[in-house]
């Protein structure tokens, strides 16, 4: 999937009646006109940021309008596998209510009729706005940013709770919009996780990981998120391993991190586990305690790591009751004979009750917070 920028000159046609319908547009700079070829009825005209073309995607019938160039224009195009993809994994009530109101909304249209006060128009037009647009937008800018390497991967330390020294790092994403700024990764990697973008973010992540690791002492590791889609794609998982051979990295310094929420279904979890294992790619249970499974996720799954959610270090303090979950997670794991790391430690307080508690491994701004591989290689190991 890809999208393209179009530049068009006034008078330009985008697309005539009739034609077939391969893409929607957002309207990036200018005005389009949209008009009925037979008796030339303008029926609309359109302004920056505002969808066109999106009726006969969606149900995959030619033009039933044409589209011309009013000013100078630049538009983005949406294919329609972004947006049928969409549709085909929406729910089923969306889907057909969507159906529907393309079916009256068609049914306006030989009156030429699509005019400013009808509601129904009004309702599909904000609709699609406020849900689709901004998100197709801002996938649009996150593949150009992709593709550009503009998104970033940061490294934050990972420390041995003993000694404090550094012994790992997890290798976290950073994307800064052009206009809006710093977008939380939270963000745009769920919005990678709907597409195949996800992929491509993680070829970035592992390639600079793989590429630090081979700069890096033997024994320290790397930790990577990986996603689902990720762990289902043998190329994907091909790739990575090659791109290991290529720099002499022993995969077993790649710890890959799986959340709870990504698992729902053990028998699929446990081949995503197997098949790491068979490449040599340790497996981490990241933000353990926080999910529904978490003692069934122990009982069916063989992590070599486990790593307890910020929440219980936040709260430590707070709630003694928390302390009391952190000492019995300790037990398990020691019984388990798994590694455990704590994310989020801030505090020479916090620091302190964990490693009393016997963790590993310690991660948060009290080690040190995310850095770039510069950074990263100026470090004592
Ligand atoms: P996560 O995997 O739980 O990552 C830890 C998050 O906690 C990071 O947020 C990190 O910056 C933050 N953190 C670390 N130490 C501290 C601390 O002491 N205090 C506080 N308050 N926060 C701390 P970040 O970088 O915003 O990442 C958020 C989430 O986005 C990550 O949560 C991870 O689930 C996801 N993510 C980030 N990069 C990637 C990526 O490349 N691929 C995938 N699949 N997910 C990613
Ligand atoms: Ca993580
Ligand atoms: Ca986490």
């Known amino acids: ?171 976290l994403s950073r994307w800064t919009h052009p206009t809006r700024g710093f977008i939380s990764p939270v963000e745009f990697i769920a919005l990678a996780e709907e597409t195949d973008l996800i992929i491509e973010v993680g070829d970035l992540v592992f390639t600079r990981a793989i590429e630090l690791l081979s700069k890096l002492p033997e024994h320290v590791f790397i930790n990577i998120n990986v996603s689902s889609k990720q762990l289902d794609d043998d190329d994907f998982l091909n790739r990575v391993v090659a791109k290991t051979k290529d720099h002499g990295v022993n995969p077993e310094r790649l710890k890959l991190e799986i959340t709870e929420t990504m698992v729902v279904d053990f028998k699929l979890a446990k081949k995503w586990l197997n098949k790491c294992r068979a490449i040599g790619f340790p497996v981490c249970a990241d933000d353990f305690g926080t999910g529904h499974s978490g003692m069934e996720q122990l009982l069916e799954l063989d992590f070599d790591v486990l790593k307890v959610d910020q929440v219980f270090i936040r709260n430590m303090f707070k709630n003694q009751r928390y302390q009391t979950i952190l000492q019995s997670i300790a037990n398990m794991a020691h019984a388990l004979k798994t590694k455990l790391v704590a994310e989020g430690i801030e505090s020479e307080d916090e620091y302190r009750v964990l490693k009393n508690l016997g963790f590993d491994f310690g991660q948060g701004y009290f080690f040190g917070k995310p850095m770039s591989e510069e950074c990263a290689l100026k470090l004592d190991f």
């Open 1 to 171: 999937m890809s999208y393209d920028i179009k530049q068009y000159k006034q008078g330009d046609i985008i697309f005539h009646g009739g034609d077939s319908s391969d893409c929607a547009y957002i309207i990036e700079q200018g005005q389009v006109e949209i008009f009925v070829a037979s008796n030339d009825t303008i029926i609309d005209i359109l302004n920056e940021g505002e969808l066109f073309g999106e009726m006969g995607v969606l149900d995959q019938s030619p033009r039933s309008t044409s589209a011309r160039a009013l000013t100078p224009l630049t538009l983005i195009e949406v294919k329609t596998q972004q947006i049928t993809n969409r549709l085909s994994e929406s729910d089923p009530i969306v889907k057909a209510l969507v159906g529907v109101l393309l079916k009256r909304f068609r049914s306006m249209l030989p009156s030429q009729s699509r005019g400013r006060d009808n509601s129904l128009l009004d309702q599909v037009a904000s609709v699609i706005e406020q849900t689709g647009l901004s998100k197709f937008k801002l996938e649009s800018e996150l593949r150009g940013a992709i593709n550009k390497g503009e998104v970033q991967t940061v490294f934050q330390p990972i420390s041995d709770i003993k000694s404090q020294k550094i012994t790992g790092f997890e290798a």
